[in-house]
């Protein structure tokens, strides 16, 4: 557990805030942030390069409230983001457009406008037909597209196949073997400026070697285009470190910074990182309400009032997430399959878990602020949640509870 979220005389709080008085003052199910863990864990960035020109790009994908958002703006973050919508949310959070790289591979012409429009710092482009695109979208507005090609190095993340992206398998990034021939033909397009290079080889990665085992090719291309005379002016490494969930050991942010930047040996270039997980996964949580003990046959339940459209990852990836009594000892200890109201067999927190409930217990899902409310749905005609954002002793509703109406209001009965 992390030092933001933690136990006083048996209650489980937010810095200083219960989690039970949360849940009484906005209901459940409700995310809930830590703004210190959140500011922690950007810090750590700020010093483990600090002397060095970089700029961390927070992969808006991972947590898009704007709270967030800002919190990261005002700490001097810049955004990676993968769709019009994202940038959009970065700006209405204060964000610098300027900060911005624009990762994905499938940019539509309006995306690449507003992109445009709003000057971004770099497109991490991942297709040679992108690259036209983007040129003849760029010579109709009269402007120059800074790019950098994401570069698809072949290398094994060694993480969930799900979320494992930089194998020649994979639909990211330009085939390295293409790489160069492609650099040329960006060079000679009128409306793009080459600036950088890109690579992403995955999500949560929880050794070093895949990283450096990326970088390695990265500057082997890097030294391939300063001989014919292409510089660069950024490389931009990607996101992808790991946090703990269960038992696993990633490495720390200062030792993750300090590896690239030796592996990077004094090169010259500004150096961008696109972290999004390790920024707000364990800085966030998701609180819920156990509305029945149900006793089977073979296993008890825990129904609870989060359910796989809050949380998607148990169902999709069948991720483990730790689950802690709001409060301890009030309860004798069962174990209990952790599931939610929907009609899925999927619909699970957790399974097999250890905890002193009863009905109108609450419950915490830990590590939930990463690809939590940000990949959450509205199946079974589900609000989505509330957020709250802790700041010390205070607690701010940092999104409303979505209404039903708020659910059907664009759609239309046919006469
Ligand atoms: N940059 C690019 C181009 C990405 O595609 C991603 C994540 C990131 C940065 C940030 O990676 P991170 O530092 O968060 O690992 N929904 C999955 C994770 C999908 C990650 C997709 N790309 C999950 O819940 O585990």
Redesign the pocket.
């Known amino acids: 557990m992390s030092v933001h979220f933690h136990y006083q005389d048996n209650r489980l709080y937010a810095e200083g805030v219960s989690l039970e008085d949360i849940a009484s003052r906005f209901g459940t199910p409700c995310y809930v942030y830590s703004r210190a863990a959140l500011t922690g864990g950007f810090r750590q960035f700020s010093d483990a390069l600090k002397g060095r020109d970089h700029l961390v790009c927070y ?1 808006v ?2 947590n898009s409230n704007l709270a967030i958002l800002n919190l990261f703006a005002r700490l001097g973050a810049g955004f ?1 983001i ?1 769709s019009g919508g994202e940038l959009k949310r970065v700006m209405a959070a204060g964000g610098d457009p300027k900060k911005v790289v624009f ?2 591979v499938g940019k539509t012409e309006s995306e690449m406008r507003m992109a445009l429009e709003a000057d971004i710092l770099c497109f ?1 482009v991942e297709s040679s037909s992108e690259l036209y695109r983007l040129n003849e979208v760029a010579k109709s507005m009269g402007k120059r597209a800074a790019i950098s090609l ?1 570069v698809n190095p072949d290398v094994d993340a060694k993480t ?1 196949p ?2 494992s ?1 930089g194998l020649k398998q994979n639909k ?1 990034g330009v085939a390295y073997a293409e790489a160069m021939e492609l650099y040329r033909k960006a060079g000679a397009m009128p409306n793009l400026r080459v600036t950088g290079m890109d690579c ?1 080889i ?4 929880t050794d070093i070697s895949p990283f450096i085992a990326a970088v390695e090719k990265v500057l082997l291309l890097v030294d391939e285009l300063e001989k014919e005379g292409i510089a660069l002016e950024h490389l931009d490494l ?5 946090i703990r969930y269960k038992d696993e050991t990633p490495p720390g942010i200062p030792e993750y910074a300090a590896a690239l930047l030796s592996a990077l040996k004094g090169r010259p270039q500004k150096l961008i990182l ?6 707000v996964g364990n800085a966030g949580l998701l609180l819920t309400t156990v509305e029945y003990i149900k006793r089977g046959e073979e296993r008890n339940f825990a129904i609870v009032d989060a359910a796989m459209n809050d949380l ?2 148990p169902a ?2 069948d ?1 483990y997430h730790d689950i802690l009594p709001v409060t301890r000892g009030g309860h004798e200890t069962g174990t209990y399959e952790i599931v939610g109201p929907i009609c899925e067999t999927g619909d699970f927190l957790g399974h097999e878990r250890a905890l002193p409930i009863a009905a109108q217990s609450r419950i915490a899902i830990m590590s939930a602020g ?2 939590g409310m940000s ?1 959450s749905s509205n199946y079974n005609t589900r609000p989505r949640a509330a957020e709250v954002m802790v700041d010390g002793e205070s607690m701010h509703l940092v999104r409303e509870r979505e209404t039903v109406e708020q659910l059907y209001a664009g759609e239309r009965i046919v006469a």
Do not use: C, W
């Open positions: 992969a994908k991972a990676d993968v990762s994905g991490n994401r969930h799900y979320i992206t990211f992403h995955g999500s949560q990665l990607g996101g992808g470190l790991g696109e972290p999004g997980r390790v920024l998607m990852r999709l990836y991720a990463a690809y990949m």
